[in-house]
Structures are given as C-alpha cells and as structure tokens.
C-alpha cells in the first residue's frame, strides 16, 4: 500500500502551519498566534503559553539547543534558528523550525518570531516526484536548487528541509515557489542575505529582501 485513496489518489497534505510569537524575556510573557495553539495540539487560547510549557513540548533531545538559542537572543541579541522536534499536547512528534530575532520596544527587549510545522510538507518533499507543484518548477529548477542551497547554509538544515521551507514560505507570503527562489538566489550573489547562524525570522528576511528589491514592487 502506497497511502493512495480509493480510484488512485494520493491523500492530500496537511499544508504547513506558520505560528507567530513574541516573547518578552524581562517579565517572561509570551503572546502566540492561534496556529501557534494549533502546531503544540491546542485550541486557540485553551493554554496561557509560558517558558517552561515551551520547553516542555520540546523533544528532550533538543532541549539543550533550545536553550543556546533563548540564551543567543536574550543575552547576545543574535538572531536565532533552529530545526527541532516538538512534542504535542496530544503526544503527536512534529518536526519544526523555530526561528526568531530581537528587537526593542519603547526600551523592553521583545523577541518576534515564529515557528513553521513542515511535519507533513518535509515527508511529502522526500517523494517530491508524486508532487504535482514540481510540474510547474521543472524550467526553473536550477534556480530553486539554488535557494534550497541559500536555506542549508542560513538555516543548517538539509535539502529535503530546504524544498519544505520554501513551500512555507510560499504559502505564508501568498507568493510563487519560484518567485521566492529568485529573490533568495539574486540576494544571495549580491551577498545581501544574512550569515550564516545569524538568520532572523523567515518573513522578516524575505520582507526586508522584497523592500530592497524595487523590480519586485514589494510586498503584495
């Protein structure tokens, strides 16, 4: 058995979830986004989202590394991300990408960032053959395999994790595969995307990268 339905079809994916959050580290108060809820297996505001239920939903293997990437934006103020596994409230395993930067308000440090579930969109990239969207990207898959190369060095993570990133981002931005890919390559050869390790939160990169590109008009 393949997963296919009744009459041949392949179940349709769970598209990725991108939750948002902003994290105040002076009075330890979180604010999350409903798919935030949804991605750690709640209801929207059935939970009051604390430091320690974040770090209790992270897989114990990752804990440590969660942990180096509060301490690097809390204490150096680096931007941070990081590819991990995430324990549901319904003990379901996801894998995630969390990635944030920090910024002030009014003189209080604010963290914003975000965390994008590609659980199911990172399965369906291993098979991508069976993806009817790589039809489309056929004449420009040089370029795409660029920018998945663009988000293995910023983000460490593999090419498999890069393709599912990208449809993410697509999704998140209401915006083509290959259009993000464009924009990522043509940034990256003017060594204007961030360094690596230092990578902010995904929209905010790609809405600084659309700002500084005029042919693309900004955002739509």
Request: proline fraction near 5%; glycine fraction near 8%; avoid cysteine.
């Amino acid at each position: 058995m393949d997963g296919r339905r009744a009459g041949g079809e392949l179940p349709a994916s769970r598209p990725a979830l991108v939750g948002r959050f902003t994290y105040r580290p002076k009075t330890d108060e979180w604010w999350w986004s409903d798919n935030m809820f949804r991605i750690h297996g709640f209801d929207p505001g059935s939970v009051v989202p604390t430091t320690d239920l974040v770090m209790r939903h992270i897989h114990p293997d990752d804990v440590d590394r969660a942990w180096e990437s509060r301490e690097a934006v809390v204490e150096e103020k680096e931007p941070f991300s990081f590819l991990h596994r995430l324990i549901t409230a319904t003990r379901a395993e996801q894998v995630v990408l969390a990635a944030g930067h920090l910024e002030d308000d009014d003189g209080e440090p604010v963290v914003n960032g975000h965390l994008i579930d590609i659980t199911d969109v990172r399965e369906d990239a291993v098979n991508d053959e069976l993806d009817s969207a790589v039809a489309e990207f056929v004449g420009q898959r040089a370029v795409i395999e660029q920018a998945k190369g663009v988000l293995m060095q910023l983000y460490s993570v593999d090419a498999d994790t890069a393709w599912a990133l990208l449809r993410a981002f697509s999704a998140d931005t209401n915006r083509k595969v290959r259009d993000i890919a464009g924009l990522l390559t043509t940034a990256a050869s003017a060594d204007v995307t961030p360094v690596k390790g230092r990578a902010p939160s995904a929209t905010l990169m790609l809405e600084r990268l659309y700002v500084g590109n005029p042919a693309d008009g900004g955002p739509r």
